[in-house]
């Protein structure tokens, strides 16, 4: 029989984004930053988001035949600009990946529920809550402003600048609304906030955390003993 | 002390938003355990009313000038903060869309404990509770994202009662619900009144409150111009009703036939039509015809197809089997996208340009002036010429949205849920738009859960999914033929 495992803990999910974060200013070659890539990519194979998994290694994949078989052949004005912002964009990988990790992993009332936890300035936490509900609720709302610009047949480069009013019109609406119904529903109260989302940390989510350390120390020693 | 009778209470209030007079010298109590219905055309106030018992106003809304006081549960509203307020008053409004915080609906629901510090096993319990006393199982636990917009409404009102708030207070709740979730809003409507609680809610569909209403305060230009208890207002005529520019009293059922039977020789065929969204079937093989002058009415529950079949028909989503014929010829997705026009529910998201004329230059850029002009005379916004879009009066910028659809030379026009929010006097008003833009050739589907606004401006229906099932009092026919203008 195979168990299931369960949704990474938020708390796990941060210790992991930082590891991510502590190996990239620690990393002094390429190698270690693909170490560390493929380690997100497998856990973000064990924890089933293989959408991500498959889109991830292809443009690791991508970005590196490019540097290593395509610039070289390139122009001096491409090698300027494009190898720096791939170069970048790589080396953020790991970042990417842990981060991808712990929002699919961790739902916003998990977030919150650990920012409370955490004993964060309630302030802080209305802030960033609000903020994360914001855009979900936008995003319905650009398909519609976009639908109606595509049957007006407003052609593409005039697209951004004809939009940007609606857009600026739908999210100033959207944010009064969200803000009104936290309000009346008591998001200001200055008490003690309880959360009803119990967080439970799993051994499996310290097995993960363990390991995952262990394996980001050893990439870094590594590149500093060679 | 007043003791608890009056639960809220408002002394010579008068209200200003944007230094415009909203309310005159309101004087209204509202007893312990009763349900007040507020009721009136656009723009009377009704909206405002609500806000001062909310504490929105003077707390929230800007530029806000009260005069007056209103207390409620012996507290001031203008001296206590919102969340103080939040703890006796809980508040459902119109839009479903965005009165949740969290993607788990159970967690929602326990939202506002989690606010005042509810113990969690306190919590545990109230949530159980809710979904218990609102018998709404099929709600827990789920991704809120996933629900359709009459489960978030219903979800809205689930996290208010888990609250348990002594006072009630609902802005339209039901503008953007089928006829299916406005039974199951009245359901839990009657089980807070049953719990005693005190209702104060602004409608303009007044027949779901049928029977539960105690009281009905009718508000016209921001004074409260009649008080009626449940009987006197049950038993004003159809043309007393009409006069007040409210909406019908007893629920409809549809009343023009359903187009089942492909027509031969229809200008425009759609032929065994399916859809999918995200992989998943939406519209399943169908079909229907149309001709030159039909005002075509598309219903069904929420989350049904309604905007799939729409956003298909205009070219917006690729259809995943059939073909859509007009005049012999099949129109590709490109030809819908020019040939269909949409007037959105929110017209907001499409307005574009920086004065009314621009928005019919946007639309075509070969129209002369002269052309312009006749339009926007006999849509009414010749005067309006040179404002911006976005400063136009909601039934203009509908009426500008009109426009712009004629003027980019569509042959079809969809109208998403027109009359959402209006009262009986802005209904018929787009209904005579609708029917002259019918004679004028046009072809129109009107999506729409407003049977009173579809028997009136449509000639026939399909029905998308199962069909509802209402459970408002239902009304005579003799009512409604009476009270057709």
């Known amino acids: ?226 | 002390m007043d003791g608890v009778s009056d639960m809220i209470k408002f002394q010579n209030v008068s209200v200003e938003i944007k230094c415009k007079k909203i309310l005159s010298n309101i004087n209204l109590t509202v007893n312990d355990g009763e349900f007040v219905l507020l009721c009136g055309e656009s723009g009377c106030g009704k909206t405002t009313l609500t806000r001062l018992v909310n504490g929105m106003i003077p707390h929230f809304v800007k530029d806000v000038k009260v005069d007056g006081t209103v207390t409620v549960n012996n507290i001031d509203i203008a001296e206590s903060p919102m969340y103080k307020i939040a703890e006796s008053v809980g508040s459902v409004f119109q839009n479903p869309k965005t009165q949740f915080f969290n993607t788990d609906s159970s967690a929602e629901i326990a939202f506002g404990l989690e606010n005042i510090g509810a113990d969690r096993d306190y919590m545990c319990k109230r949530v159980a509770q809710t979904i218990s006393d609102l018998e709404i199982e099929n709600l827990a636990d789920r991704n809120v994202f996933s629900m359709s917009g009459g489960e978030k409404q219903l979800l809205a009102f689930a996290s208010v009662y888990a609250m348990n708030p002594q006072i009630y207070v609902l802005d339209e709740p039901s503008a953007n619900l089928d006829h299916e979730a406005i039974g199951k809003l009245r359901k839990i409507l009657e089980t807070v009144k049953k719990g005693g609680h005190t209702v104060l809610i602004a409608e303009h569909r007044l027949s779901f409150l049928y029977g539960l209403a105690d009281r009905i305060v009718y508000l016209k230009d921001g004074c409260i111009e009649k008080y009626f208890t449940a009987a006197e207002f049950a038993a004003i005529s159809e043309s007393e009703r009409i006069a007040m520019g409210l909406r019908s009293i007893c629920s409809e059922e549809i009343d023009i036939p359903e187009r089942v039977i492909m027509q031969p020789d229809s200008s425009l065929a759609v032929h065994h039509l399916s859809v999918k969204r995200k992989k998943q079937p939406v519209i399943h093989d169908l079909s229907l015809s149309a001709n030159v002058g039909d005002i075509i009415g598309i219903v069904g529950k929420n989350g049904s197809g309604k905007s799939t079949l729409c956003s298909s028909l205009c070219g917006l989503l690729p259809t995943a089997d059939g073909e859509v014929i007009f005049r012999s010829r099949k129109l590709s997705r490109r030809a819908r996208n020019k040939q269909f026009g949409v007037v959105m529910q929110d017209v907001n998201h499409q307005l574009f340009s920086d004065s009314v004329k621009n928005e019919c230059l946007s639309a075509n850029p070969n129209a002369t002036d002269q052309e312009i002009e006749d339009l926007l005379n006999s849509f009414d916004l010749l005067d309006c010429i040179d404002r911006h879009p976005l400063t136009l009066s909601g039934g203009q910028r509908q009426r500008l949205a009109i426009c712009q659809a004629i003027m980019g030379k569509k042959k079809f026009l969809i109208f998403d849920e027109p009359t959402s929010g209006l009262d009986f006097r802005h209904m018929c008003r787009v209904t005579e738009w609708l029917k002259q833009l019918a004679q004028k050739g046009y072809i129109l589907f009107v999506v729409t859960h407003d049977y009173e606004f579809l028997n009136r401006a449509c000639n026939c229906y399909i029905q998308i999914g199962k069909p509802d099932e209402p459970t408002e009092r239902k009304s005579r026919s003799s009512e409604r033929s009476a009270s057709i203008s």
């Not at chain 1, 009013?165 to 008490?191: F, H, K, L, Q, Y």
Request: aromatic share 10%; glycine share 4%.
């Open chain 1, 1 to 226: 029989m195979t168990r299931r495992i369960s949704a990474l803990d938020p708390r796990a999910g941060i210790w992991l984004l930082l590891l991510a974060n502590i190996g990239m200013f620690c990393e002094k070659y390429a190698w270690q930053n693909t170490a560390l890539s493929v380690m997100f990519l497998l856990l973000l194979l064990l924890y089933r988001q293989y959408s991500a998994v498959w889109k991830g290694a292809l443009l690791i994949v991508v970005f590196r035949l490019l540097l290593k078989f395509v610039f070289p052949l390139c122009p001096h004005i491409i090698n300027m600009v494009f190898p720096v912002l791939i170069n970048y964009t790589l080396r953020m990988m790991p970042c990417i990946l842990a981060g991808i990790l712990l929002v699919r992993n961790a739902s916003m009332q998990k977030m919150i529920a650990v920012m409370r936890a955490l004993h964060l300035p309630q302030g802080f936490i209305t802030a960033i809550s609000t903020t994360l509900r914001y855009f979900p609720a936008v995003k319905d709302e650009f398909g519609h402003i976009r639908a109606a610009a595509k049957l007006q047949n407003i052609p593409l480069s005039e697209r951004l600048e004809s939009t940007i009013v609606p857009i600026m019109m739908s999210a100033v609406n959207t944010s009064d609304e969200i803000a009104a119904a936290a309000v009346v529903r008591g998001i200001e109260n200055p008490c003690k906030k309880t959360s009803y989302i119990r967080l439970r940390i799993t051994a499996f989510d310290w097995l993960i955390m363990a390991l995952a350390t262990v394996y980001t120390a050893v990439t870094v020693w590594m590149g500093y003993r060679i």
